[in-house]
């Protein structure tokens, strides 16, 4: 297959919401190879998540009538505020400050540096007269949760009515006299805290809650999907008539190319050439692991089913599946080795670039090239899983 060709067809910016859309082309493919390469990018893409987010405000929002909205549709409001941001994983505070009468929107807020909007156009809120809006956004992204932001999530009734069942449960045992004595006692101590406690009123909501947290908190639920759509078609080029190209499809003779046309949609926090760069580079993150299954998976049944098993005995089969794997595993590159990175640099810059090329290499050679006792074992370690140096032990490597 020929080599690779990106061309860009469109690129398109919305000024007000920041949207961008990118279109692209991408091939030559063999054939049904567009199809799943399509398939794989655009799930990928499709799972990015590498954006920042804003999980909860905290704030005076509670003064009297002071926001025209209310306060479930004030955090879907927050909810759709896009950041962009180069920092991964994220996680900080932003401030929103206002005073009324005034029309909030994105663009008041204050980011701290290494972020930027992009929608600041976006709607907030309303403020009313003679109010000032002073909240504390945080901002996070997928590796961090809202939960670690310290909102109390259980309210302090529940935890109060809990305790009285479990009480009244625990009196259920008790005899009569033990039971009186034990409700006076408690009806005394009651009294002697309310006695030393100064006189206020107890709020059932901020009772047993703790302390450093503040009540005038909304939690937001982050949107961390900067990819808002993606699409794929394949794009034929038939080079005969298209009875032709049918016909020769049919009997499976056709080797036309494709090319893969696709359309990304972005929310603005992300370039989509770099959505699809990041993809590409997960996807071959993830394949990698199947470099060297090209050569181990040539089985003995592989190698002996070409031969006449009744004409050779067991032990012939063996020794030519043996020697069939071993010149396989000669031609393994050394990135599938695992080896430590100075020890492969080393080793390639001496022209030693195959598990096959170690194998022929005198041993001497290593010690001439500057290869000490810990890499001589790290190295022999990674050549024995494959059956090679067994019998090379480090008092043969002391003794050249």
């Not at 398939?39 to 704030?59: C, D, E, P, Q, Y």
Request: charged fraction near 20%; include cysteine; glycine fraction near 4%.
């Amino acid at each position: 297959m020929s080599q690779l060709i990106m061309k860009i067809e469109k690129r398109f910016v919305d000024k007000k919401t920041g949207q961008i859309f990118f279109q692209f082309q991408l091939g030559p493919f063999k054939k049904t190879m567009a199809t799943t390469v399509g398939v794989a990018l655009r799930r990928v893409m499709m799972g990015n998540s590498k954006t920042v987010a804003i999980t909860s405000a905290h704030g005076d929002l509670y003064q009297g009538n002071s926001l025209r909205e209310d306060v479930f549709e004030f955090s879907l409001n927050l909810q759709q505020v896009v950041i962009k941001a180069n920092i991964f994983p994220f996680l900080g505070t932003a401030r929103l400050q206002k005073k009324g009468p005034a029309i909030v929107t994105a663009a008041d807020i204050i980011l701290p540096y290494g972020l930027s909007l992009v929608n600041p156009y976006h709607y907030l809120c309303t403020l009313n007269e003679g109010y000032t809006l002073n909240l504390a956004l945080v901002l996070s992204s997928p590796a961090r949760t809202r939960f670690e932001s310290g909102i109390p999530l259980r309210s302090a009734t529940t935890i109060n009515t809990t305790n009285q069942v479990n009480n009244n449960n625990n009196n259920e045992s008790l005899p009569v006299n033990d039971l009186k004595r034990s409700i006076n006692q408690r009806k005394k101590k009651a009294f002697n805290e309310d006695e030393k406690a100064p006189k206020k009123s107890v709020n059932i909501l901020t009772k047993d809650s703790p302390k450093s947290l503040p009540l005038d908190s909304i939690l937001v639920d982050p949107i961390y999907a900067p990819i808002q759509s993606c699409s794929f078609e394949i794009i034929n080029v038939v080079g005969s008539y298209f009875s032709e190209y049918m016909e020769l499809t049919k009997s499976g003779l056709n080797q036309t190319p494709e090319y893969l046309r696709i359309s990304i949609a972005t929310n603005g926090s992300i370039e989509p050439v770099l959505a699809v760069q990041d993809a590409i580079q997960e996807l071959y993150g993830a394949l990698s692991l199947f470099l060297p299954l090209s050569y181990v998976f040539a089985s003995s049944y592989n190698v002996t089913s070409s031969f006449d098993i009744n004409n050779i005995s067991n032990q012939q089969s063996k020794h030519f599946a043996k020697n069939y794997f071993d010149e396989l595993c000669k031609k393994i590159d050394l990135i599938n080795l695992n080896l430590p990175v100075d020890i492969e640099l080393l080793l390639r810059r001496n022209g030693i670039s195959t598990l096959g090329n170690i194998i022929k290499t005198p041993l001497l050679t290593f010690k001439n090239i500057g290869f000490t006792n810990k890499e001589f074992l790290e190295l022999k370690q990674a050549i024995s899983k494959f059956g090679f140096w067994k019998d090379i032990s480090l008092a043969n490597w002391e003794t050249i």
